[in-house]
């Protein structure tokens, strides 16, 4: 052997190795595709598990769409409940600390309420500040009683509460405002009165006399209905006009707290200190975050373990993948013994059963999360004809506090819905691929 002939051995392998290498088709190649989709499309007497593919399709569509339903039904339960409290109530209550007056007795009243809460509004962040009059009464009419707490408000100041003044949800004139009150519709649907009839209203603490307290009593109009959304808020409560309310109540030149609407309700933690400096001394706050704050955690806390249990269905549903590939792999060991011997690398065939698993975690994955979207979408619809097929009550506002199941189709919620089903899809198809890839095409062809 010369040197020379040594050299063009060399020279000769590497260029056929070069040559080889040029010829090594890409990774997911089409031929590679052509493959997986012809297992996918086989029959089972030709060695597919198209039934098989069809369960785990199946089963990862409804996965995903109970997942991405579940998600948006929580989303818009906590949107619809947080929306009802901002939208009909302050965003943070300014109350003044016990002292004693003039006679000794004791009382939370502020007499210098105006300033307060001129200053309280000059706060940056602070959209109003309103001084308020609040009493519990009982309400009569056509023979029938509720209770009824009364909140003494201004009209101008009324006005700015989304959720009371909403034309579309309630019914009058409020421009009458001054003339009589404003009823939720479970006190008017209790009384069974409307708008034009006349209520009574009587306090305990009425006229002061020689003998003791009387009860007051006096008539009012109603002027106004309206629907917050929220059952307990529209059973139970009334507004009246502030002038009115401090004379109803004995709080003449007196108000009982101050209402702060804030321009971003979810940071009104940060204005607590500011707002209380501005109110001065013997100003106590309470936000709506530390009025509902045990229930949002709760909610919160239960959301967080609803995705946990959807998301072992979810697994479940991928499970199915991994039966149908092992199925398959077996079904098609001829063929793969075939394919290596043409020349088929490791490689190829990996992906060709990783193509299989995968396609049916993507269209799986993506029915469901057209089916999802479409139940967020239509859900009053769906809503109403579960609620009439079962003959109505399916849903009691008295103990959810709303009046219909919400729900709020967001985007954060639909990615995660897809990424833990594609990713699960991805993951569990990877290992009997790589049973596939590494099966010996000789014991495989052994007994063909």
Request: glycine share 10%; aromatic share 10%; proline share 4%.
């Amino acid at each position: 052997m010369t040197p020379a002939g040594g050299e063009g051995r060399v020279r000769a392998h590497l260029t056929l190795k070069v040559t080889a290498m040029a010829r090594t088709p890409p990774p997911f190649a089409a031929f590679e595709w052509k493959i997986a989709w012809r297992y996918l499309r086989a029959r089972r007497a030709e060695g597919g598990v198209s039934t098989m593919t069809w369960i785990s399709l199946i089963g990862i569509t409804l996965a995903v769409f109970a997942l991405i339903a579940t998600l948006s039904v929580r989303s818009g339960f906590r949107a619809e409940f947080v929306d009802t409290i901002l939208g009909a109530n302050a965003h943070a209550s300014v109350y003044a600390s016990a002292r004693e007056d003039e006679f000794g007795r004791v009382v939370r009243t502020f007499p210098d309420y105006a300033e307060r809460a001129a200053r309280v509004a000059e706060v940056p962040g602070v959209d109003r500040a309103a001084p308020l009059v609040k009493g519990q009464v009982m309400a009569n009419a056509n023979g029938r009683n509720a209770g009824v707490e009364v909140f003494g408000i201004a009209a101008e100041d009324l006005a700015g509460i989304r959720r009371i003044v909403d034309p579309e949800t309630g019914r009058g004139d409020l421009a009458r405002f001054g003339e009589g009150l404003a009823l939720g519709s479970g006190v008017a649907r209790e009384l069974g009165v409307e708008v034009g009839d006349q209520v009574r209203l009587i306090s305990p603490e009425g006229v002061k006399t020689a003998f003791g307290v009387s009860p007051r009593v006096k008539a009012y109009e109603v002027v106004w209905i309206f629907t917050a959304g929220r059952y307990d808020i529209d059973r139970t409560r009334a507004y009246m006009p502030f002038d009115e309310a401090q004379l109803y109540f004995n709080r003449e030149g007196v108000a009982d707290e101050l209402e702060v609407m804030v321009s971003d309700p979810e940071a009104v933690r940060g204005l607590a200190q500011p707002i209380a400096e501005a109110a001065g001394a013997g100003a106590m706050i309470w936000t709506w975050q530390d009025a509902s704050g045990g229930f949002l955690r709760a909610l919160e806390v239960e959301d967080n373990v609803m995705f946990v249990i959807l998301s072992v269905l979810v697994l479940i549903a991928t499970m199915n993948i991994v039966s149908g590939l092992i199925m398959l792999v077996k079904n098609k060991g001829r063929d793969i013994g075939i394919l290596r011997t043409m020349g088929l690398t490791e490689g190829s065939v990996l992906r060709v059963f990783f193509i299989c698993g995968a396609f049916t975690g993507v269209i799986g994955t993506a029915l469901g999360v057209v089916l999802g979207c479409l139940f967020a979408i239509y859900i009053d619809p769906i809503f109403s004809f579960v609620n009439y097929v079962a003959g109505g009550g399916v849903w009691d506002p008295s103990i959810r506090g709303i009046y219909a199941l919400p729900a709020k189709l967001q985007a954060g919620d639909v990615f995660s819905a897809m990424a833990l089903s594609l990713g699960l899809s991805f993951v569990v198809t990877i290992f009997p691929a790589r049973r596939a890839a590494r099966m010996n095409p000789v014991e495989a062809l052994r007994y063909e």
